[in-house]
């Protein structure tokens, strides 16, 4: 047999695209999980071994970008205020498990490279390399119909320009570093301090004209008021103030960088506080003021968004919450409001759906990392034990950066459970986001057998994904319940 026999004898149907006379098509060498470009026709451009009439090409960067150059729906591009749904995938196998559950869920648009520095740097992958592996997922798929790419949470203007170079199209300013936190709490001599202290250069602006634009006016939001105090208005300022001048700075450099397409979102999730009505209305007429535009924005929520699992807190309050948050996005928008660390939130997306009357964005990140360790769990029991054993190991000292809770003594041990039982940890809170946290050090030991079980059982993967994502977007699609 060879090679092209090989080839040939698995194509992914879907991936066919023919323009002109020219035929690109997805392959995989049976019995193997190496994948190939195939192209018959013109092949300019490309680079490959020639089997036949078929040119076989290497999923190299070079190949993808003169696949995106020739199959324009491979390129990202700005999705506006479409409900969204982030798909963060740490491995780069699982685009086309998400495919198949965004193809069902009418009206919700997929962001599929998206992958904040931070997480670049534990899963040893490039910006470019994100986007290429979502890039070889939407072929694989023959998905045509669009696709964001999310720069999450970028902190300098250097994670701009990687990003921005690797074609991101959809670039999430993270100024957290900026706010600051102790005007919380801080006395009013304190404050006061801090309100002088700002920077007033940046800011455009003077403590005077600032109190003129805030003070002895109410706010007249839909069905609410909004009106600031002196004391309301300085903690404010005080706390959020450079993080505004830090968002516009990375909004003024992305802009003169960009000679294409873009979208900005603005998170503010990561702070040690929920964010009030009253500072995203701060924040927001400042950011506009110094002539910020942007599509999405995260505030940090009532209530605990733990990571992988469902909502921590009072739904009654959550969704008060929401709506005020919503009535301050329509007004200064209008403008998406998104769900950061949003997977798994079953019990949110109804109220979220229905408070921000459907301008909305999802964003997803480790939960699919749990799905593929799901379907490992189904394929190969032995190595999910070792992976569930290290996550026993690991997970005081990697729980650090997170937002976690999970007590170890609460999940079930590796070896009180059989194999047919594995599958099931993924359900248990405590073990999820034990597994959640671990995943670098799961990748840093078993990455190499972790992806190579996944390729050589895709089917399984991609099941397991969509079906969690079944889940996540059901209630955003359009005919959803509660619309
Ligand atoms: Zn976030």
Known sequence: MNMTDLFTQSIYPDSTATVGDVTYLLLRAEGSDDKRLGILGDSAGFEGERQGDLLLCPLTAGNAAALRAVLPWLQARPLGLQVSAGCGDRLGLATPGHIRSIRKARGVAPILAQQSIRENARTGRTPQEVMDDAMWGVFQEGWRDGFGADADHLKTTADADVTAAAGYTFFTVDPGDHVDDEAHTASLPDLERKFAALPWADLDSSPADLRARFLGSTFELEDRQLQFDEESLLRAAAKYSRAVTHAARMYRHLDSMLDRPWELEVSVDETATPTSHLEHFYIVSEMRRLGVRWVSLAPRYVGSFEKGVDYIGDLDELRADLAGHAAIARAFGPYKLSLHSGSDKFSVYPIAVEETRHVVHLKTAGTSYLEALRAIAQVDPALFREIYGLAFERYDEDRRTYHVSAIPARAPRPDTLADDQLPD????????????????????????????????????????????FDRHLAAFAEGAEGK
């Open 425 to 468: 940890v993924l359900d248990q809170f405590d073990a999820r986001e034990m597994l959640h946290v671990t995943f670098g050090s799961a990748l840093a030991r078993y990455g190499t057998e972790i992806k190579s079980t996944l390729r050589a059982n895709e089917d399984a993967h991609y099941a397991a994904i969509e079906a969690h």
